[in-house]
């Protein structure tokens, strides 16, 4: 079964997934960790969480990687038929073709992936519509919050001053820190107020 567990920033969808990973793999079961490439933050293939949790995918995805091809790959490397439990962070960056990979993989077996829903203009992201799409379970982790306090259900991206910038590339990452993402209500984010 295809699983898309969806939340804004700051919902701790990674450590979420994390903590999930590693009850399969305390059954002794076979797990893999996948992630596409766009996200930088730290390296290229650490799976990093807020509150400290990270481990190392052992895919990373480029665009145009065929997912079956990977996996394949990897159970080879493991000396083992196939991996009966996939975990892919930062799942809305996947494009539309390895969602679709995925679902059909997920005949006979489990796919847990955890990401955003939207963008921080509120659109859908490529990977997540596809998972919206053909998700046979689709669940919201929620937990984040707004400044205000209610539940942030919007992507807000800021600059290093706090202030909000609604318009630009749908993928930007900075690591050099002079933007970030944050949660909002829906409210605030459509008033562009990212804090008191
Ligand atoms: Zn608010």
Redesign the pocket.
């Given at each position: 079964m295809l699983h898309f567990y969806h939340g804004v920033m700051g919902s701790s969808k990674t450590a979420q997934l994390l903590m999930q990973r590693y009850n399969y793999q305390q059954l002794g079961l076979k797990v893999a960790l996948l992630k596409p490439a766009v996200d930088t933050r730290i390296s290229l293939s650490t799976v990093y969480s807020r509150v400290g949790l990270r481990a190392e995918a052992e895919v990373v995805l480029h665009p145009g990687d065929s997912v079956r091809e990977q996996l394949s790959w990897l159970a080879v490397q493991h000396a083992h038929n196939d991996y009966e439990y996939v975990f892919v962070d930062e799942a809305q960056f996947l494009s539309e073709e390895q969602v679709q990979e995925l679902a059909d993989l997920a005949d006979d077996r489990e796919i847990f992936c955890y990401g955003l829903k939207t963008d921080f203009m509120g659109q859908f992201f490529p990977g997540s519509a596809a998972l919206l799409r053909l998700a046979e379970d689709i669940q919201e982790v929620t937990g984040g919050l707004?400044?205000?306090?209610?539940k942030?259900t919007m992507n807000t991206r800021v600059d290093a001053e706090g202030n909000v910038i609604k318009h630009g590339e749908q993928v930007l990452i900075d690591n050099q820190q002079q933007i970030k993402y944050i949660g909002?209500?829906y409210?605030?984010w459509r008033e562009g107020k990212a804090h008191a």
């Open positions: 707004c400044w205000c306090g209610k942030a909002l209500c409210k605030h």
